[in-house]
């Protein structure tokens, strides 16, 4: 009999906070416990506590105020609107956009992958590289990181369409939210030939990690947006 693998304590304690997030018992605004009371919940060292709580900060879950502590940073409610206040949307484009898989593979997690997929540094994920399209026009270029322990039989025909409807239809899975952070940057030389733009041009790069309801962690997206042709849309509420 296989001896099961036992979870690190600050990958229980990050998504214990990150749970409490989603259900809202931790709202935004509110303190979150500090490192010597986690250390004391959990019977851990203050440098166990601080790995979950780094984790957390870099997706953007929680934040730090120098001299106050550390805060939630989501509303629960645009949460279970899934973030649609942020749209992006193609302009200048007729006609429709396709998708192709330029590369599928299984990759080792390096230390930044591990970090957003919950995983540990080594373990196996797919890769994947796509592009969208309209006509000759790269419109984006995406790398997805997906864990493979969570997806047995996955094949390269499952990425010229959505993902999320996949995830969603095909799974029966509910997904959360995502956490998506937006950049400026200069182009390197392969995104700048797909694009058919010069090397170091601004373009508009995204990160994203999206979680399911159970705050799970099932893709980690890097992707470039020709800024010609894209850009993006914030619908902010009145308060």
């Not at 994947?128 to 399209?133: P, W």
């Amino acid at each position: 009999m296989a001896k099961e693998k036992k979870i690190p304590i600050y990958q229980i304690i990050e998504t214990d906070l990150r749970k409490a997030i989603l259900d809202g018992k931790l709202k935004q605004g509110d303190l979150v416990p500090s490192e010597t009371e986690l250390a004391a919940k959990y019977k851990v060292s203050r440098m166990t506590v601080r790995q979950a709580i780094n984790n957390l900060l870099i997706d953007g879950y929680i934040y730090r105020h120098k001299g106050r502590g550390t805060f939630v940073t989501f509303n629960k409610m645009e949460m279970e609107k899934n973030s649609h206040y942020l749209n992006s949307e193609f302009h200048d484009i007729e006609g429709p956009i396709e998708t192709s898989v330029m590369s599928f593979d299984v990759i080792e997690a390096d230390e930044i992958i591990a970090v957003r997929l919950q995983l540990k540094v080594g373990d196996p994920v797919y890769y994947v590289e796509r592009l969208k399209r309209n006509q000759n026009i790269v419109l984006v270029y995406e790398r997805l990181y997906l864990p493979c322990n969570m997806y047995p039989d996955l094949t390269e025909e499952n990425f010229p369409k959505s993902f999320y409807k996949f995830v969603e239809e095909e799974l029966n899975w509910k997904i959360k939210n995502s956490v998506l952070a937006i950049e400026a940057r200069g182009l390197s030389k392969r995104v700048a030939e797909l694009f058919h733009q010069k090397e170091g041009e601004p373009t508009l790069y995204s990160s994203s990690v999206a979680y399911l309801d159970n705050g799970r962690a099932f893709e980690y997206t890097r992707s470039y947006y020709h800024a010609q042709y894209f850009r993006f849309k914030y619908n902010s509420p009145r308060h």
